[in-house]
């Protein structure tokens, strides 16, 4: 898990969110009658389903037929290219008391509408007929089996009615279809459209919790098509509730894009607000809200903290590794993917024959450096000695691996690096990892002067790297220079470098840096300095943490870092630590 500001992705929901207007939903039934009446009798829509007996979330595939008997009238019809704010035509259907099935997501295209303006293929119907197929499922959601009347409506026209029987979905009959579905999804979710579409308009708990197993970045899912079928749910809320269980239990793993999308779920109950300025009001809040809550998640499940036994006494761990030269393809891959969240000394003996022929996985090759660097280094050197070296190529998580692992100083490539640095031809996060990694002191002047020439654009990520390297060689100059970067942050949330030192490796030299976050006046900067302590910090640390938690006062940050310390068992607090932390936990423990 990386440490993301949510300052950048809270702009673009509430802008999106500003766009927003809502509109009232006319009986159906009532609206085929306007539309009827109002209908040339020379254009015709015909509607034609393949049966009309469906389970409970099936898809149903309808056939439209355009035809103008009038070749006077001029009428347009077609389709889209990708997703516009309104289908190309849309479905109804009521239940046998006349109640109208919902359209589950009428209000989602206005509230998140394309990047992209796509063409529309129109065709005029003077020159022929055309045809059309679209799912029913896209515009309706069945939620009780039972008999409705369903008809297609487009470019105002409306076609015949047809009544359809909607049976109840056996448990058994769910189950074959999630399993099938993931099964074709594969550990690569990348082209799976169509399967992604089936869980959504499955619609059960089941499903639901399928689709949010797909936010996992891992698996490569199409997060916009995952959003839908989240977003056509009976109540979004829910689901977001059950990400954040997801998380907090250690069985969910997401990127930014999924906690955005977590944030988006949370907001579905304020769309029900017309006022558009209200909306933001409410919106804007809701937001901060439910990032917090997620990243508190992640630091739950992520952390514990540093040297904390794992809740099960590690059973869980020693069974995987125990077998961990069985596992299957995708799940190595998974966890060779994963190395900087998921990897420890337990999988060795996996490393050793995925670093080595025929597999030769680089991301293996850096695990291994950091479980067995004497082991590791004649091939590293072997790799620095190959024309095209994997650890220039951008294709690789180079910034995400080589960080996480202890350096390794290979002196004799120091002349390699310098003239990596001096080309700037290679991206920032590639070249500053492997010098953070494998350069020596020496190169110390020339990095500086890269990041004097370029640092303006480097992210936090990049940045922290560059610091990890300095306070190798220099933490005397580092230190000032990391405070100053913080304080001087261009867009004033300088506090978010610290992030991505909670999960590099850490050494006494940094320890000066979290003990000046404790001191800052920003809460965001000393909550910043309470992290690294929770994760790096040593006895010596636990004081000026608990002075900075009383300092801050109640509220949910300091009762949630306060809950962290009392959880853990790598703290030896003294009676009067542990009554202080107690107080400003509320008594709670």
């Given at each position: 898990?990386?440490?993301?500001?949510?300052?950048?992705?809270?702009?673009?929901?509430?802008?999106?969110?500003?766009?927003?207007?809502?509109?009232a939903?006319?009986?159906p039934?009532s609206?085929?009658?306007?539309?009827?009446?109002?209908?040339?009798?020379?254009?015709?829509?015909?509607?034609?389903?393949?049966?009309?007996?469906?389970?409970?979330?099936?898809?149903?595939?309808?056939?439209?037929?355009?035809?103008?008997?009038?070749?006077?009238?001029?009428?347009?019809?077609g389709?889209y290219?990708?997703?516009?704010?309104?289908?190309?035509?849309?479905?109804?259907?009521?239940?046998e008391?006349g109640?109208a099935?919902?359209?589950?997501?009428?209000?989602?295209?206005p509230?998140?509408?394309?990047?992209?303006?796509?063409a529309?293929?129109?065709?005029?119907l003077?020159?022929?007929?055309?045809t059309?197929?679209?799912?029913?499922?896209?515009?309706?959601?069945?939620?009780?089996?039972?008999?409705?009347?369903?008809?297609?409506?487009?470019?105002?026209?409306?076609?015949?009615k047809?009544?359809?029987?909607i049976?109840?979905?056996?448990?058994?009959?769910?189950?074959?279809?999630?399993?099938?579905?993931?099964?074709?999804?594969?550990?690569d979710?990348?082209?799976?459209?169509?399967e992604?579409?089936?869980?959504?308009?499955?619609?059960?708990?089941?499903a639901?919790?399928?689709?949010?197993?797909?936010?996992?970045?891992?698996?490569?899912?199409?997060?916009?098509?995952?959003?839908?079928?989240?977003?056509?749910?009976?109540?979004?809320?829910?689901?977001?509730?059950?990400?954040?269980?997801?998380?907090?239990?250690?069985?969910?793993?997401?990127?930014?894009?999924?906690?955005?999308?977590?944030?988006?779920?949370?907001?579905?109950?304020?769309?029900?607000v017309?006022?558009?300025?209200?909306?933001?009001?409410?919106?804007?809040?809701?937001?901060?809200?439910?990032?917090?809550?997620?990243?508190?998640?992640?630091?739950?499940?992520?952390?514990?903290?540093?040297?904390?036994?794992d809740?099960?006494?590690?059973?869980a761990r020693a069974?995987?590794?125990?077998h961990?030269?069985?596992?299957?393809?995708?799940?190595?891959?998974?966890?060779?993917?994963?190395?900087?969240?998921?990897?420890?000394?337990?999988?060795?003996?996996?490393?050793?024959?995925?670093?080595?022929?025929?597999?030769?996985n680089?991301?293996?090759?850096?695990?291994?450096?950091?479980?067995?660097?004497?082991?590791?280094?004649?091939?590293?050197?072997?790799?620095?000695?190959?024309?095209?070296s994997?650890?220039?190529?951008?294709?690789?998580?180079?910034s995400?691996?080589?960080?996480?692992?202890?350096?390794?100083?290979?002196?004799?490539?120091?002349?390699?690096?310098?003239?990596?640095?001096?080309?700037?031809k290679?991206?920032?996060?590639?070249?500053?990892?492997?010098?953070?990694?494998?350069?020596?002191?020496?190169?110390?002047?020339?990095?500086?002067?890269?990041?004097?020439?370029?640092?303006s654009?480097?992210?936090?990520?990049?940045?922290a790297?560059l610091?990890?390297?300095?306070?190798?060689?220099?933490?005397?100059?580092?230190i000032?220079?990391?405070?100053?970067?913080?304080?001087?942050?261009?867009?004033?949330?300088?506090?978010?470098?610290?992030?991505?030192?909670?999960?590099?490796?850490?050494?006494?030299?940094?320890?000066p840096i979290?003990?000046?976050?404790?001191?800052?006046?920003?809460?965001?900067?000393?909550?910043?300095?309470?992290?690294?302590?929770?994760?790096?910090?040593?006895?010596?640390?636990?004081?000026?943490?608990?002075?900075?938690?009383?300092?801050?006062?109640?509220?949910?940050?300091?009762?949630?870092?306060v809950r962290?310390?009392?959880?853990?068992?790598?703290?030896?607090?003294?009676?009067?630590?542990r009554?202080r932390?107690?107080?400003?936990?509320?008594?709670?423990?």
């Amino acid at each position: 898990m990386r440490f993301f500001p949510m300052a950048g992705w809270m702009g673009v929901a509430l802008a999106v969110i500003g766009s927003c207007f809502l509109y009232a939903q006319a009986t159906p039934d009532s609206k085929w009658q306007e539309l009827r009446g109002k209908q040339p009798p020379a254009l015709h829509l015909k509607l034609t389903l393949p049966k009309t007996e469906f389970f409970q979330g099936e898809q149903i595939d309808a056939t439209l037929d355009y035809s103008n008997d009038d070749p006077k009238i001029s009428c347009l019809v077609g389709s889209y290219y990708g997703t516009l704010d309104e289908p190309p035509a849309i479905f109804h259907a009521l239940d046998e008391k006349g109640n109208a099935a919902p359209d589950p997501l009428k209000w989602y295209h206005p509230l998140f509408p394309p990047l992209f303006d796509w063409a529309r293929i129109l065709h005029d119907l003077t020159k022929g007929p055309y045809t059309l197929t679209l799912p029913v499922n896209d515009t309706v959601r069945f939620d009780q089996p039972g008999v409705y009347v369903l008809y297609a409506e487009s470019a105002s026209l409306v076609s015949q009615k047809i009544t359809i029987t909607i049976t109840s979905l056996s448990a058994d009959k769910e189950k074959q279809i999630i399993t099938g579905v993931l099964q074709k999804i594969g550990a690569d979710g990348s082209s799976a459209r169509k399967e992604i579409s089936e869980l959504g308009y499955l619609q059960t708990p089941a499903a639901r919790a399928a689709l949010i197993s797909l936010l996992d970045p891992s698996r490569h899912a199409p997060l916009d098509w995952v959003k839908e079928g989240l977003f056509a749910a009976p109540d979004p809320t829910v689901e977001a509730a059950q990400i954040l269980a997801e998380v907090q239990a250690e069985k969910l793993n997401m990127d930014e894009h999924g906690v955005k999308l977590y944030g988006e779920l949370k907001l579905f109950h304020v769309l029900a607000v017309e006022d558009r300025g209200e909306v933001e009001r409410v919106a804007r809040q809701e937001v901060i809200d439910a990032t917090k809550d997620l990243w508190m998640a992640f630091e739950e499940s992520r952390g514990k903290n540093r040297g904390d036994p794992d809740s099960d006494g590690g059973k869980a761990r020693a069974a995987l590794a125990a077998h961990q030269l069985k596992l299957p393809a995708n799940h190595v891959k998974e966890l060779m993917d994963n190395w900087d969240k998921w990897g420890s000394s337990d999988f060795l003996p996996l490393v050793r024959r995925e670093a080595g022929p025929p597999t030769n996985n680089i991301n293996a090759l850096i695990a291994l450096v950091g479980i067995k660097p004497d082991e590791a280094r004649p091939r590293i050197i072997e790799e620095f000695q190959r024309p095209n070296s994997r650890f220039w190529e951008d294709n690789y998580p180079a910034s995400t691996f080589l960080p996480s692992v202890q350096p390794m100083p290979l002196p004799q490539f120091d002349s390699l690096f310098r003239s990596k640095l001096r080309e700037g031809k290679l991206p920032a996060s590639i070249i500053i990892s492997v010098i953070g990694c494998f350069g020596s002191p020496v190169l110390l002047p020339d990095v500086l002067d890269f990041y004097r020439k370029n640092g303006s654009t480097w992210n936090d990520t990049i940045k922290a790297g560059l610091f990890l390297y300095w306070l190798r060689c220099d933490p005397k100059s580092a230190i000032p220079a990391l405070e100053q970067e913080i304080q001087t942050h261009a867009n004033g949330d300088g506090w978010d470098l610290l992030g991505p030192f909670n999960y590099l490796p850490w050494t006494d030299d940094e320890l000066p840096i979290a003990l000046w976050a404790l001191k800052g006046s920003d809460p965001n900067l000393a909550y910043g300095g309470i992290v690294l302590v929770l994760a790096h910090g040593d006895e010596m640390s636990l004081d000026p943490a608990i002075s900075t938690l009383e300092r801050l006062g109640p509220g949910s940050d300091t009762t949630h870092y306060v809950r962290q310390f009392l959880k853990s068992t790598r703290w030896h607090y003294t009676d009067e630590q542990r009554k202080r932390l107690e107080t400003l936990a509320g008594g709670s423990h």
